[in-house]
């Protein structure tokens, strides 16, 4: 895909932080001013505290990672790996699923997660990559919590371990949903937020259930359409306000991440210069070229090459200046990904 290549790039391996640092806010901070067209290193995360101002508004996403990365089992004993994306009906009983091994399955075979048979789904076939999994009651998050393992991202190449399942939330999470973490959010602490607080930043939730499609490539399709996979989002009367109140009195409102940042561009109404309230889905793509007005800083990690959310920094900031930037990561060791370090772009 050509139309990609200027966001492509090697990344060694040994860059891919593949477990997370002992303290949330020691990974390292590339600073990006856009005004000036400049970069440099901060270099902890938590310096931030010397980079925000008195009203600022930091905008983060309270999704919560479900354990939905689930072991089945058929009746000889072959396992398949799956991830539990969405349900299919308002029930709960018919899902949409990533699962591995499909071919081997029949329409009609029972699959019960491993070590829990009291629990089972039948086979209902493919839609498109995806396969449906039907189960004979409700399936809810605290089920997935029973017998489910949290989703850490496949390119980590490694097995769960006890110190994700805290580590690969935010101290934001608060409604479930996701099967990936906001990851920009990651690098918070309590004693950072206080810390923020205190110099006068305000804190606003919003919403966006993260999909698997922010794993996956992007097509040509998407490009041309400027379109991608549909998440679901929502943002209150509350949140709403206070972000309209501080836009009138021309306080910066910073993204805590690309999820937010999805959320913020869905539901300001470039006409009105407003937010507007509510909960739908969003299938927007942000590349170069668009002008996005409802945010003026953004933080985030260091993404994949050549996928919707680098696009999405580069239309933020000028691809030029993105890209000089992770190429200045590139050579001094930046971690990237999920459990990576990190990037405040203003």
């Not at 005004?35 to 905008?59: C, N, S």
């Not at 058929?74 to 009983?93: C, K």
């Not at 990690?301 to 691809?319: E, G, I, M, W």
Request: net charge negative; hydrophobic share 35%; charged share 25%.
């Amino acid at each position: 895909m050509d139309f990609l290549q200027e966001f492509d790039f090697h990344l060694p391996d040994e860059q891919i932080a593949k477990f997370p640092l002992e303290n949330r806010d020691e990974s390292r901070l590339l600073v990006v001013d856009r005004t000036e067209g400049k970069h440099w290193e901060a270099p902890l995360f938590r310096d931030i505290a010397d980079l925000v101002r008195p009203g600022d508004v930091f905008v983060y996403n309270e999704t919560k990672v479900s354990y939905r990365r689930v072991y089945l089992q058929v009746e000889s004993g072959r396992i398949h790996e799956s991830i539990f994306l969405e349900p299919e009906d308002t029930a709960g009983q018919t899902w949409l699923c990533i699962l591995k091994n499909r071919a081997k399955l029949k329409l009609g075979d029972i699959l019960s997660p491993v070590g829990f048979p009291n629990f089972s789904f039948s086979f209902q076939g493919p839609k498109e990559e995806l396969s449906v999994l039907h189960s004979g009651k409700p399936i809810s998050d605290s089920d997935f919590e029973i017998f489910g393992n949290i989703p850490i991202p496949p390119y980590l190449k490694r097995n769960v371990t006890e110190e994700d399942k805290v580590r690969y939330q935010t101290i934001f999470a608060n409604r479930s949903g996701s099967v990936a973490a906001p990851t920009a959010g990651l690098h918070f602490t309590e004693k950072l937020k206080e810390e923020l607080r205190t110099k006068g930043v305000e804190f606003l939730p919003v919403e966006l259930q993260i999909g698997y499609g922010t794993f996956r490539p992007l097509t040509t399709e998407q490009w041309q359409t400027k379109t991608l996979h549909r998440e679901n989002y929502s943002v209150s009367v509350a949140t709403a306000a206070k972000l309209n109140e501080a836009r009138s009195e021309g306080r910066r409102i910073i993204a805590v991440g690309t999820t937010t940042l999805r959320v913020l561009e869905s539901v300001f109404d470039s006409q009105l210069k407003t937010y507007k309230v509510g909960s739908s889905q969003t299938d927007i793509f942000l590349s170069p070229g668009d002008n996005i007005q409802s945010v003026q800083g953004l933080i985030t990690n260091f993404h994949l090459p050549k996928s919707s959310l680098l696009l999405l920094v580069s239309a933020f900031a000028n691809t030029r200046l993105v890209m000089s930037s992770y190429q200045y990561a590139l050579e001094n060791g930046f971690r990237f990904y999920s459990y990576g370090d990190s990037m405040f772009l203003f």
